[in-house]
């Protein structure tokens, strides 16, 4: 009989490190326990912004100002990135000595109630974190080779000279940005005709004409209807009734929640698993954090909510986390687009009044070596004057966003905010000239 178990070793640990310290007696089911960390270490985040970081030295060295040329050495980035997630995994495992560590796949069958193949194991509390799964449309023949995912992007060694992107969402652009910079011919397939669902206008159109220098083709309402790999190339057929022979198409159509860790009818499920603010399922004592629960899909979010949910199992009474002021980023070079709090579509969905200021960065020298003349910082705030959101299409947004995301959470109004003095020359004066502006 455990206090908790944890059923996912995704940033699930993070918690569990949290509650063992604290006295609890806890458990850790994982599917494999050399991916401890997740999808985010170990097929996600950690490896595709390193072979984000790689590709920009390549775009880099186009510059006029450098002789010669690079390429990308699949097969040296793949033997380093595999190197770097064996020490990182030693790390985490490390950390986890203070439970007990069960492999294994975990089903909750009945309250309380946990069973890992024959085996079956109780706790007073069980914290889901099962994580999430690419999803592949219908009609769609994944074979891991011709027609990929994501995850076998992070284990290739040769880079393919004519690559089709399917789908505009982070991944999706992250990827047609990784491989357009790294020197492949990128196709990149929408089902709509925009690129940044959501995003300011002034944003929307400078990504698309980064893509357009990056040399990426966008074919706009284009929705596979079929994609199968041949000997000629993968024979795409689209619902329009046109069709297209690629020499590999990654899928990159989104995620889905990894629900089947609920097998008692006590759980609730829904497009996730179905938690309420504090994300406890219908069923008392049983949560749900992470992308198995289908709010945010990003893995701060899924640390911040165990470590929320740990914080309430302890009786340390935390505030209910808001997720509009997760940060929010898709990583595309040279650029990367971030938000956070609310932005413009969705403050004028809601009908809130909002007042908002728009800063380009051409009006920095700064901008000029950094690729970024097309760059946008925005601002909003409310008719009160308190910040309500910003949008950053820039170098590093996601570093440069976190000062939006601090004022959030502080609840501060511009007139506290343009107190700060930032520093020169930085991408982050345009944001401060935002805050002067409002």
């Known amino acids: ?88 995994t030693k790390i985490v495992q490390k950390q986890c000595e203070g439970f007990d560590l069960i492999e294994g796949k975990g089903v909750v069958v009945a309250p309380n109630t946990v069973k890992v193949g024959d085996a079956t194991y109780k706790a007073e509390y069980i914290v889901m974190g099962t994580g999430s799964s690419p999803f592949i449309p219908e009609g769609i023949a994944y074979d891991g080779k011709a027609v990929i995912t994501s995850n076998d992007v992070l284990n290739l060694t040769k880079l393919p000279e004519k690559i089709a992107v399917y789908g505009t969402g982070a991944i999706g652009l992250e990827m047609a940005s990784f491989f357009a910079s790294a020197g492949s011919e990128v196709t990149l397939i929408g089902r709509h005709d925009i690129l940044l669902k959501g995003a300011h ?31 000629r ?21 989104g995620r889905k929640p990894n629900t089947d860790v609920v097998a008692c009818d006590e759980i609730a499920v829904g497009k996730g698993i179905e938690t309420d603010v504090w994300f406890e399922t219908t069923l008392p004592r049983h949560y749900a954090v992470g992308d198995c629960n289908g709010k945010v899909q990003l893995a701060h979010a899924a640390r911040a909510e165990v470590l929320n949910v740990t914080e309430q199992i302890l ?51 700064y901008s000029v070596y950094n690729h970024a003349a097309k760059g ?34 502080g609840e501060m109004d511009a007139a506290h905010a343009k107190r700060v003095i930032f520093a020169h020359p930085t991408f982050s004066e345009a944001l401060e000239r935002t805050f002067y502006r409002l």
Request: glycine share 8%; hydrophobic share 40%; aromatic share 8%.
């Open 315 to 365: 009786g340390n009474r935390p505030r209910a986390l808001d997720l509009d002021h997760v940060v929010k980023f898709i990583h595309t070079l040279p650029m990367s687009y971030a938000y956070v709090g609310k932005r413009k579509s969705e403050l004028e969905k809601a009908g809130i009044a909002y007042k908002e200021k728009l800063v380009g960065l051409n009006q920095f020298t």
């Open 1 to 88: 009989m455990y206090d908790i178990i944890y059923i996912g070793g995704g940033l699930n640990y993070a918690g569990a490190i949290v509650a063992a310290k604290n006295g609890k007696k806890v458990a850790l089911i994982e599917n494999d326990l050399n991916q401890l960390g997740g999808v985010c270490l170990h097929k996600g985040c950690i490896p595709s912004k390193m072979f984000l970081h790689y590709a920009n030295t390549v775009y880099e060295s186009k510059n006029d100002l450098f002789e010669g040329s690079l390429k990308l050495d699949m097969q040296t980035l793949f033997e380093k990135k595999d190197k770097l997630l064996k020490n990182v």
């Open 376 to 409: 946008v910082m925005v601002s909003y705030v409310d008719s009160e004057g308190f910040i309500l959101g910003g949008e950053i299409l820039a170098p590093n947004a996601e570093e440069l966003i976190a000062t939006v995301g601090m004022a959030l959470a």
């Open 201 to 231: 206008p002034n944003i929307e159109s400078a990504i698309k004409e980064q893509f357009e220098k990056l040399g990426v083709t966008f074919m706009p309402e284009h929705t596979i209807q079929s994609a199968k790999a041949t000997k």
């Open 233 to 253: 190339g993968v024979h795409t057929t689209f619902e329009n009734g046109s069709e297209k022979y690629f020499e590999m198409l990654l899928v990159a159509t």
